[in-house]
């Protein structure tokens, strides 16, 4: 399987799509068609585990990677997930079900994908006969750093350094980077927000000169943001994976469509959604849900993307995101692959702030799409009655995934659409990671620090605290440098040395 960019300008093999991150004419790497999964690959997987599930689903993406090595690989990075199965499905409710993907390492869903991450780009490396070791800087609104710096710690020939904007993540966000062991790890506090973190990185990628300095110490940059393609393909498991979970509890039968409700930030999770769709599994609508960022509920009713709006700060940071970078890999497909007119819609996002889709783009779109949002006291709303009617605590950012999925069933209802279609709502965390703002939610009280509140909360809901969450307590904070986006580069010099 080749990749093309976005923008036109370039071809990779999967292995070197992966290392590189980035096209070089800045356009993102999609395949260059969308492998089939057969009827009789369905039923065969019925029977797999979660790991021999993402084995047979990866190599049809990576077909230079030998299945058993990857199996081995796999089996590997979900063996450090929590109860033997990395991505539950609990049915909740008739026809509703939430598919948990924070049972990781680091507690929320990039584990999915970052604990496999370093193992397609190490091998990317050796296929492609690169001597020069790795770096990887990976922007982060706070979940995919600490899990890129957790998957990537104490790797031979790799050095990573996660970059957040010091004011927009979690209290307990800050302390799992700040903390984060290793000896080839970095993490720098940036003063802006997400928006302007990732635009630094995108930027170094995008320069000969920073490239040429790196090279000159021996390293070749590459990234674990989901710009990446070796982010997205393993996420693309857990949509069938759940699927196929429904089928074998006898939920559904082989067939018939489901809708999926994904919170989103930067449109990686819900794009392996759609991906999964064009690989042929049965998949009715996507719920795109957004919080009071809610630049993409806009792009979905009106087919205008116009990032000039203000930014703000919620209790789910990890969705605070004017400027979601996948979303150049939808249009690309709705574009019927025009990369000329990607590249002119890309250029006026980085010029204007803005461009518009045609009208039948957006037509397009509205088949497979539905799009919503929910503010801060929805959210809560939301969380509070959640849990007394259930006993369930979502954490913020599937708070607002939920409150969204909420509003499109009694949208349907209304509008007497008769089909009862399943819908799953992907838990993108756990509430642990959200402490304070959770308690908030479920109480309506105010607790003044992180460890309190994950303690409250465990009185409240018996669910279990992760191990990982505990112990940061009593872990020394490594990393304390706060910086401008300008100075960021010097930063990387200094740390590869
Ligand atoms: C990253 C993240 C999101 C948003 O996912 P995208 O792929 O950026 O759309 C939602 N919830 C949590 C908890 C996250 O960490």
């Known amino acids: ?13 999967g292995a070197q799509a992966v290392v590189k991150g980035i096209a070089g004419d800045g356009g993102l790497f999609v395949p260059e068609r969308f492998p089939a999964v057969s009827d009789r690959e369905m039923e065969e997987m019925l029977g797999m585990d979660y790991p021999e599930r993402a084995a047979l689903l990866l190599v049809k993406y990576f077909d230079e990677y030998e299945r058993g090595e990857l199996l081995e690989a796999l089996k590997s990075a979900y063996s450090r997930f929590d109860d033997g199965d990395a991505a539950p499905l609990v049915r909740v ?32 490396c050796e296929i ?37 904007p010091d004011d927009g993540v979690s209290k307990m966000q800050k302390l799992q980077m700040g903390t984060q062991e290793g000896d080839n790890v970095n993490v720098l506090a940036v003063k802006g927000n997400f928006d302007d973190c990732q635009r630094t990185v995108k930027k170094i990628f995008a320069s000969e ?45 082989m067939g018939d469509r489901v809708d999926f409700a994904v919170p989103t930030g930067n449109f990686g999770n819900i794009l392996a959604a759609y991906y999964a769709k064009r690989m042929g599994l049965p998949v009715g609508k996507l719920i795109c849900a957004s919080n009071r960022n809610n630049v993409l509920t806009e792009f979905f009713a009106r087919g205008v993307y116009d990032g000039n709006r203000p930014f703000y700060k919620t209790m789910s940071p990890s969705m605070d995101i004017l400027i979601s970078s996948n979303l150049e890999r939808l249009i690309f497909e709705l574009s019927g692959r025009n990369a000329a ?8 996002l980085s010029e204007t702030g803005k461009y518009a889709l045609r009208p039948e783009e957006l037509q397009a779109m509205g088949k497979t799409f539905r799009a919503g949002y929910a503010d801060e006291d929805d959210t809560v709303d939301c969380m509070y009655d959640y849990f007394m009617e259930y006993g369930y605590p979502l954490d913020t950012h599937t708070g607002v995934a939920m409150c969204v999925a909420q509003k499109y069933l009694e949208k349907r209802r209304k509008d007497g659409q008769p089909e009862i279609r399943p819908l799953v709502v992907v838990a993108t965390a756990s509430p642990y990671k959200f402490p ?35 112990e940061i307590r009593y872990k020394p904070v490594r990393f304390k440098t706060v910086t401008t986006c300008d100075k960021v580069f010097s930063e990387v010099l200094s740390f590869v040395g």
Do not use: W
């Open 1 to 13: 399987m080749d990749y093309i960019s976005t923008r036109g300008g370039e071809r990779a093999t």
């Open 93 to 124: 409710d008739e026809g509703m079900y939430l598919l948990e993907l924070f049972h990781g390492p680091t507690c929320a869903f990039k584990d999915m994908a970052l604990t496999v991450l370093p193992y397609l780009l190490k091998k990317g």
């Open 128 to 164: 492609n006969g690169i001597a020069e070791d790795v770096l990887v800087l990976a922007a982060t609104s706070g979940d995919t750093g600490k899990a890129a710096l957790e998957g990537f710690r104490d790797k031979a020939g790799v050095k990573i350094m996660a970059i957040y």
């Open 209 to 253: 000169e920073c490239k040429t300095k790196l090279r000159e110490r021996g390293y070749l940059l590459s990234s674990a943001n989901s710009i990446n393609i070796g982010r997205l393909v393993p996420q693309i498991v857990y949509y069938f994976s759940a699927y196929l979970d429904l089928v074998s509890s006898s939920q559904i039968s």
């Open 341 to 348: 007119l990607t590249a002119e819609r890309m250029k006026s």
């Open 436 to 470: 304070q703002a959770v308690y908030y939610a479920l109480t309506g009280n105010d607790v003044k620090d992180s460890f309190k509140g994950i303690k409250r909360i465990h009185l409240l809901t018996a669910m279990k605290v992760p191990e990982s969450l505990k």
